[in-house]
């Protein structure tokens, strides 16, 4: 599957952004979908993950009660809805799939997109 990040951009410290994550193909729905961002000089780390059927969802502590991972496996996207945000939230935002759980670990994803830049300023 391939997978096409996009809805970056630049946005002032409260406001709200959408990051959508198309993907090719039909087997869109075998795959759990998660979020990760990589700031610069910093590691990447886990934001969000759903599962294949968008039951289960699971969030970093850092974007609980802010952020909202949904999917529409008709439509073959997922999304990262992003409230309240925070100049620590500026990263890279990458989506990727995993066939086989829902994980937090970026090590056990199959398909990555590329990042989509998010910047939010003070």
């Known amino acids: 599957v391939q997978l096409q990040a996009s809805g970056g951009g630049l946005v002032q410290a409260g406001g709200s952004l959408r990051l959508s994550c198309a993907a090719s193909?039909?087997?869109?729905?075998?795959?759990?979908m998660g979020w990760f961002r990589q700031a610069p000089g910093k590691d990447r780390e886990f934001v969000a993950t759903?599962?294949?059927?968008?039951?289960?969802?699971y969030y970093a502590d850092s974007v609980k009660g802010r952020f909202t991972i949904s999917r529409d496996n008709a439509k073959n996207t997922a999304y990262l809805q992003m409230n309240s945000l925070k100049p620590e939230d500026t990263a890279a935002y990458y989506c990727?799939?995993?066939?086989?759980?829902?994980?937090?670990?970026?090590?056990?994803?199959?398909?990555w997109g590329q990042g989509t830049l998010v910047t939010v300023s003070s």
């Open positions: 990727a799939a995993d066939r086989l759980m829902s994980s937090t670990r970026g090590s056990e994803y199959d398909y």
């Open positions: 193909g039909r087997t869109f729905s075998s795959y759990n």
């Open positions: 759903i599962s294949r059927d968008g039951i289960f969802r």
